[in-house]
């Protein structure tokens, strides 16, 4: 009865470095959801998938990141020469809906960027 | 583009008393979603309003969604110091998939 779990708990990069933070979904939810949340503020909405789909990535602040969820199941968001703007915690959330669905959150990536 | 604003930001009672967070969206919401986040967690979700004027309750925490689908209200009754937090409210566009959150009320219980 595992939740969504997600790893690395901590990374701590040098700037200009490459990152991938993992997400492992809930078994079975359809939808998967990427965030990333600074310190004091509400997540803020990166992309989504359903199933293998990326339906919408426009939350993606720049080309250096990309995400993936090849079948439809484990997520990888790559964050390439990293800046310290993208500082922040990481989170994933998987929902069993297609759409409108409550979403069930991972403990979070903490990405330290020096 | 879309926004959603929350007030207030932070606010601190003494155990026993209320608690009202307010939720604002620039735009009509097909639904909206309440999450609570622990200090040092992440957010869990606490409930889900879809129909205009709608209103829930989960033991002393009572949910409303506006008759314009625009709003929301969070209030919890006689506050305890497990009710610690912050609550985020968020709404999906029309066509799900992006949710978007508020910035979050921090309550913090003084025993």
């Known amino acids: 009865g595992a939740g969504v779990s997600q790893s690395p708990r901590y990374k701590v990069a040098k700037r200009g470095q490459d990152v991938a933070l993992r997400c492992d979904p809930i078994s079975g939810h359809v939808s998967l959801f990427w965030y990333q949340q600074a310190l004091g503020q509400g997540p803020e909405f990166l992309t989504y998938f359903q199933n293998e789909a990326q339906l919408d990535k426009s939350g993606l602040p720049s080309d250096r990141f990309f995400a993936e969820r090849p079948e439809g199941s484990v997520s990888t968001l790559k964050i390439q020469r990293t800046q310290q703007e993208d500082s922040a915690v990481y989170l994933c959330?998987?929902?069993?809906?297609?759409?409108?669905?409550?979403?069930?959150f991972g403990p979070g990536t903490r990405l330290l960027v020096l | 583009g879309q926004q959603v604003m929350q007030i207030p930001q932070y606010q601190h009672v003494q155990e026993g008393e209320d608690f009202t967070t307010y939720c604002n969206s620039s735009?009509?919401?097909?639904?909206i979603q309440w999450y609570k986040q622990r200090p040092g967690g992440h957010p869990v979700f606490l409930i889900q309003l879809v129909k205009s004027g709608e209103v829930k309750k989960q033991k002393r925490l009572t949910f409303q969604f506006g008759e314009a689908k625009k709003n929301s209200s969070l209030h919890i009754t006689a506050t305890q110091t497990t009710d610690v937090g912050t609550y985020f409210c968020a709404g999906y566009r029309n066509q799900g998939g992006k949710l978007i959150f508020g910035q979050g009320t921090e309550l913090s219980v003084k025993p």
């Open positions: 959330a998987s929902s069993l809906a297609r759409n409108y669905g409550a979403q069930y």
């Open positions: 735009t009509t919401l097909s639904n």
